[in-house]
């Protein structure tokens, strides 16, 4: 088969198991680049490709600046498009599987109290001379990742569904791909109640997720992050770090 179907082929199915856009858009481009590099060097089927195309490729990314996480990923979206195609026997072995992973260095950075107290200092200035749509979500943000230890990608999915109020519980789609029940406080559940009257009046209306941009629509990784660096900014004393739940 030739790359180029291989690679649409693998795409298709992604979709159609509804595979999020973001992973699709991750998917694109990382295998877009391997078959171009794999075409450059004259590789015009999928069966052509061997373990050394694999492996000269990451090397070409790592000189290029790629760091290990990065090598890894693309490792890993390597082999799960091998995976693909020996499931429907397109090819006899996955060639990704004989690349080992690069050894990271982990570093977790994890906010100070005083940094957090700054940081809900803020916002509860904010909320009490603007009364801003950002100053609400931004508090509301930051006591919910203290109060439950949810995730980014957790935070983001969270729809006001998932929240039971007055048993003061929320369930969440964990890193297991399954729910798990998350316990909440009473002050936690006034802070939502709050929240939710507040989006309801100044968008007009109620959207299923509880974190939203300006234009009313479910927050982003990229949305996530633009809000810790401004705050970055805004914390004149403190450098905050990137948080741990980011991992």
């Not at 490729?57 to 990065?70: A, M, V």
């Not at 994890?110 to 931004?138: C, H, N, P, W």
């Not at 109640?193 to 209306?205: A, H, I, L, Q, T």
């Amino acid at each position: 088969m030739l790359l180029k179907f291989a690679y649409q082929d693998f795409l298709a199915d992604r979709k159609f198991k509804n595979t999020t856009q973001t992973n699709i858009k991750n998917y694109e481009m990382t295998l877009g680049q391997f078959i171009k590099y794999c075409l450059e060097q004259g590789v015009i089927n999928i069966e052509e490709v061997g373990q050394n195309h694999v492996r000269n490729y990451l090397l070409d990314c790592q000189e290029r600046g790629n760091k290990p996480s990065t090598i890894n990923t693309k490792i890993l979206r390597i082999r799960a498009f091998f995976n693909y195609l020996l499931e429907e026997k397109i090819v006899s072995e996955n060639m990704a599987l004989k690349v080992k992973l690069q050894k990271e260095d982990v570093k977790i950075d994890v906010f100070t109290d005083e940094q957090i107290y700054q940081m809900l200092a803020y916002y509860r200035s904010l909320r009490r001379k603007e009364k801003s749509y950002f100053s609400y979500r931004g508090y509301l943000l930051i006591m919910l990742l203290l109060g439950t230890g949810l995730r980014r990608k957790e935070v983001i999915n969270l729809r006001w569904s998932d929240i039971d109020m007055p048993n003061e519980t929320m369930n969440v789609y964990g890193k297991s791909r399954q729910y798990e029940t998350v316990f909440i406080t009473e002050k936690l559940v006034k802070e939502l109640s709050m929240y939710r009257v507040f989006c309801e009046n100044y968008f007009g209306k109620e959207n299923e997720y509880v974190f939203l941009k300006r234009d009313n629509t479910q927050m982003t990784d990229n949305s996530i992050m633009l809000l810790f660096k401004n705050l970055q900014k805004q914390m004149v004393a403190v450098v905050c770090p990137s948080p741990s739940w980011d991992m």
